[in-house]
């Protein structure tokens, strides 16, 4: 099958990047033709399509007074954005889109040139951003609803991106544009949700039922055993957290819950942004911004992973990578951490910062020990054997609508409907 697939960023630094980027691999391997469509940056993967990526645009104090306006018009229309997906889908002639995060910086306005072609788009879902301006769903620590039934207007009267009115009202205008426009609803014939919560989310938001399918992310194994010739030999106990360190991410709770925590260090992976300050603390040390094979070393030696989000998050990466190294995961119960997670067998779900202490303590000395084959045997449904196969089924039912319209026409809703969709080609 000829697949191309759409992402804002190329390079492994967020987990819906990686992701997107494992996607790539796993259908290459499997022997599909797979372009990609992406935005160009310096630190960007080597692409035989780079040529067709769009400039770069952005926001932060990394950019320029001018890539900061093209990226205001880039979220209502880009002629580089028209012009260059019709250029990469002359060449590629792609039978299916499979787009992941295309917000602001990619200008969702390509989802018009590439349904002109009647191409079918499938699109997996990270974050909430095609429901709530406010991708998070979260404002001030507490859940945020106040734009439920399109009532945009809300994000801006309370400044909810990054405290701003000027970006809550660009949030605000762009999601009025593109809900005037359809962009989404006339043009996505399917959305991926990794987790029931993602579904349930979508749903209570607005999108048809019919048109959300479950399939959780997969653990990659590429490049493993190499990896695994340079293990990270630990002198001390340590919990990693793996991921963007921000407050928006609760890195600050954890500093928090690891300050005075006998016998347990943390350790953070990752890039520092929006001026997030690593509180300096002996319990606490940056490693910065980790490869794979890096990354893999420290989770070999660690005694646990760890994350302090309370975001709604869609799938939670974090929680499968620390399955996949048969390490216990603990964090907070939100989003689909619960999903993933079995309390006290793959590690703690807890409630609370007191539970989250007690919950490491309780590591730290001995007091819980976890089985790490036990944690390992619940990765194994994780696989890259079983996502690309209920992958390729849904791509298979977009490209052949007889089919899918079998699907859409069971009346017992989309779990049982994905099931159907996998048994298309056995």
């Known amino acids: 099958m000829r697949i191309l697939e759409i992402n804002k960023f190329y390079n492994a630094k967020r987990g819906a990047d990686k992701q997107f980027l494992d996607v790539i691999d796993l259908l290459e391997k499997d022997g599909h033709q797979v372009a990609a469509f992406s935005m160009w940056q310096t630190d960007n993967k080597p692409s035989i399509w780079s040529k067709y990526f769009l400039s770069s645009v952005g926001y932060g104090d990394a950019f320029s007074f001018w890539q900061k306006i093209g990226g205001v018009f880039r979220m209502f229309y880009s002629l580089e954005a028209k012009r260059k997906i019709n250029a990469i889908m002359d060449d590629f002639k792609p039978e299916i ?29 990270h974050d909430f951003k095609i429901i709530n301006p406010n991708h998070s769903l979260r404002l001030n620590g507490k859940a945020y609803e106040r734009c439920a039934n399109k009532k945009y207007y809300q994000c801006f009267l309370d400044k909810a991106i990054k405290n701003s009115y000027a970006k809550s009202f660009l949030a605000s205008a762009e999601m009025y544009w593109h809900g005037w426009l359809g962009t989404y609803e006339k043009n996505i014939d399917l959305y991926i949700a990794p987790s029931q919560f993602t579904k349930s989310i979508l749903i209570k ?31 001390e106990k340590f919990a990693i957290y793996p991921g963007k360190i921000s407050k928006e991410k609760g890195v600050d709770l954890l500093c928090d819950v690891f300050k005075d925590i006998k016998g347990m260090k943390l350790y953070l ?60 995961f603990i964090g907070f119960n939100v989003g689909a951490y619960g999903e993933i997670i079995e309390n006290s067998v793959d590690g703690a779900i807890v409630e609370n910062q007191t539970e ?64 159907i969709c996998y048994d298309i080609k056995s």
């Open 205 to 235: 938001w607005g999108i048809e039922e019919g048109k959300i399918f479950v399939l959780p992310h997969f653990i990659s194994t590429s490049n493993n055993e190499d990896e695994k010739q340079n293990i990270y030999f630990a002198t």
């Open 269 to 328: 992976a990752g890039e520092i942004e929006e001026g997030f300050e690593i509180p300096t603390n002996a319990n606490i040390r940056h490693l910065g911004f980790l490869n794979a094979a890096q990354l893999r070393r420290y989770l070999e030696s660690a005694k646990c992973v760890v994350s302090g989000s309370q975001l709604p998050e869609t799938f939670g990466l974090i929680a499968l990578e620390a399955l996949s190294n048969g390490k216990p």
């Open 97 to 125: 889109v499979h787009i992941h995060n295309i917000y602001h910086q990619m200008s969702p306005a390509i989802l018009f040139e590439i349904k002109k072609r009647n191409i079918p788009i499938v699109m997996t879902v």
């Open 356 to 419: 989250f202490i007690s919950a490491i303590e309780e590591i730290a000395q001995d007091k819980k020990i976890f089985n790490q084959n036990d944690i390992k045997s619940h990765a194994e449904k994780y696989s890259e054997t079983q996502y690309l196969k209920k992958m390729m089924n849904i791509l298979t039912a977009q490209t052949d609508k007889e089919k899918y319209q079998q699907i859409l026409k069971d009346p017992s809703g989309v779990d049982t409907s994905v099931e």
